[in-house]
């Protein structure tokens, strides 16, 4: 036998083999009375009534909340529209008004109010409906077309053209330019009246409406602004000569050149005669010269010891004659002392000299005796005087040179091309 065995053997209070069932903590009864529930008491009837209650009011309270503010506004919205397209605009606006009372924050129906009170009349109310609108949408091209237009019948151009400008321009409709026009003939802004009907010969696709607007600039003394109108005419109407004669009228008016035989291009062409034609090609368009001479180019010249071959016209070409120069057989350089040429934009020997024009010169040297030579702006022609007057703005000699480049050729085997006097 185990010493151990028989250790426990002798002393069972020391070495038990089960604890008592007192020393656990808790009995069999107690352990029975800890598993039972403790039963609840039933809750009153009236619990569930307070309770369903609730959820009907709740039920009902958003219903009716939710008809005032979608449904009925809705109503409301929809029967306003159905007066607004019949042009009953009293009615259609006291509808509008019931839909933004329900629902301020529905602001697209401002515009609608808006017209609907200009169209019966109450102006100042309409401005301040169109004011309010154009606060939620700036850019509203149409709403300051209108306030605009309510403006302007108020006589407040200030802010009356102001707003037609911006809303025409957001627009980009010729209609709303007339409206601005319109305006501004009105109140006697003839810049504004100018820009306007500009636009209006730039967007209006049809010929005579594009026609009427080039009149009427016509008449306000808009005589670069009609020719450009004149111009879109005959785009759209190429057939149509009015367009052509409205474009010579303007002309007339600038002091520029009507007759494409007395145009000025520099570098290109004067009249008929264009740089780089061969002489076959000047006979057929001014005929024979009268006078041929052939000299060696002088000077400093990188054309130096090339022959050239000048050609004059002047008793068959009364009043408009030409000298042609011609190295290798092809036009040079072309000269006249006819103030009838001009430039496209009016420049030629009667007004060269004047102050106003300075600018449209590249510079102006003066030398010796009175004599003056000026390059025109881009190059391609100059202007020749001699014995200036007292003021500087005439002279007794001109002439004129369309060339090449920034200059012309100096002189020819001995005497000068830039002669006067020849």
């Known amino acids: 036998m185990d010493l151990t065995e028989n250790n426990c053997a002798g002393n069972q209070e020391k070495c038990p083999e089960t604890v008592p069932e007192e020393q656990t903590g808790m009995t069999k009864e107690e352990q029975e009375w800890g598993l039972k529930k403790e039963p609840r008491p039933p809750l009153p009837r009236y619990v569930f009534g307070v309770i369903a209650a609730l959820i009907l009011i709740i039920f009902l309270g958003g219903s009716l909340w939710y008809y005032r503010t979608s449904v009925l506004p809705e109503k409301y919205y929809q029967r306003a529209s159905s007066h607004f397209k019949l042009e009953e605009y009293s009615e259609a606006y006291l509808l509008y008004e019931k839909v933004l009372k329900l629902r301020p924050e529905r602001k697209n129906i401002l515009y609608q109010m808006a017209f609907c009170l200009e169209k019966t009349g109450r102006t100042d109310e309409a401005i301040t409906r169109y004011e309010e609108h154009l606060k939620t949408i700036p ?30 321009a957001k627009l980009k409709d010729p209609y709303a330019w007339a409206l601005v026009s319109e305006a501004a003939i009105k109140s006697k802004d003839s810049g504004t009246a100018v820009e306007a009907l500009l636009k209006q010969t730039e967007l209006f696709r049809e010929p005579e409406q594009v026609l009427t607007c080039s009149k009427m600039l016509m008449g306000l003394g808009a005589w670069k602004e009609a020719l450009k109108g004149y111009g879109r005419f005959s785009e759209l109407a190429p057939e149509d000569k009015r367009g052509e004669h409205g474009a010579n009228a303007a002309k007339a008016m600038l002091g520029w050149p009507t007759d494409q035989r007395l145009v000025i291009r520099p570098g290109r062409s004067i009249g008929p005669v264009e740089i780089g034609d061969t002489k076959d090609a000047v006979k057929g368009k001014l005929g024979a010269p009268e006078a041929k001479e052939f000299r060696k180019v002088g000077g400093k010249s990188i054309l130096s010891d090339d022959t050239a071959e000048i050609w004059t016209y002047s008793r068959t070409m009364p009043g408009r004659g030409l000298r042609v120069i011609f190295i290798n057989g092809k036009v040079r350089e072309a000269e006249a002392r006819s103030g009838e040429y001009k430039t496209e934009t009016g420049l030629g020997l009667t007004n060269f000299l004047l102050p106003k024009n300075s600018s449209r010169l590249e510079w102006r040297k003066e030398g010796e005796d009175k004599a003056v030579v000026c390059l025109a702006k881009g190059g391609g022609l100059t202007f020749y005087a001699a014995g200036l007057n007292s003021s500087g703005t005439d002279a007794k000699y001109k002439k004129l040179r369309v060339h090449k480049g920034n200059s012309s050729i100096d002189s020819v085997e001995g005497f000068s091309l830039l002669n006067l006097f020849n």
Not at 145 to 151: K, V
């Open 139 to 168: 850019g509203d091209g149409k709403a300051l077309l209108r306030m605009g237009w309510l403006y302007t019948q108020k006589n407040d151009t200030g802010k009356g053209l102001a707003a037609l400008k911006e809303g025409a």
